[in-house]
């Protein structure tokens, strides 16, 4: 499996996906980058020159937040919201939709499950 920048992509895969792998990453910017370095899209992961290798790690370093400094980012602009008191940070806080979605019937998947009312029977 090759390694850019500390994580495994597979290598049974085109490059194209399997750049993907990498958190920050996503189609369009893995077609850009491959586009950028002269790569082959199509070409499987595991097909992948050492010197093709470094000269993805190289472009996506100069060019890409990823990974840790991406996850990092995200949480420190969180934290930001959520101390200075703003109405985004208060729903973060709370776990709720932050981008002005609907809740009385939808939001599950952020709300959580929904909670038993009385005994359950069995």
């Known amino acids: 499996m090759p390694r850019i920048l500390g994580v495994d992509i597979p290598k049974n895969k085109k ?7 990498l958190y920050g990453i996503g189609p369009t910017n893995s077609l850009k980058l491959l586009r950028e370095t002269g790569i082959d899209p199509e070409k499987k992961a595991g097909q992948l020159t050492d010197e093709e290798i470094s000269k993805i790690a190289a472009y996506v370093q100069s060019h ?14 969180i934290r930001r919201l959520i101390d200075i008191g703003c109405y985004r940070g208060s729903r973060h806080k709370k776990g709720l939709p932050v981008r002005g979605q609907r809740t009385r019937c939808n939001a599950r998947s952020r709300k959580g499950a929904k909670p038993r009312v009385g005994g359950i029977k069995k």
């Open 15 to 21: 490059t194209k996906i399997s750049l993907r792998y």
């Open 64 to 77: 890409y937040r990823i990974e840790g400094e991406l996850r990092r980012s995200i949480s420190q602009n």
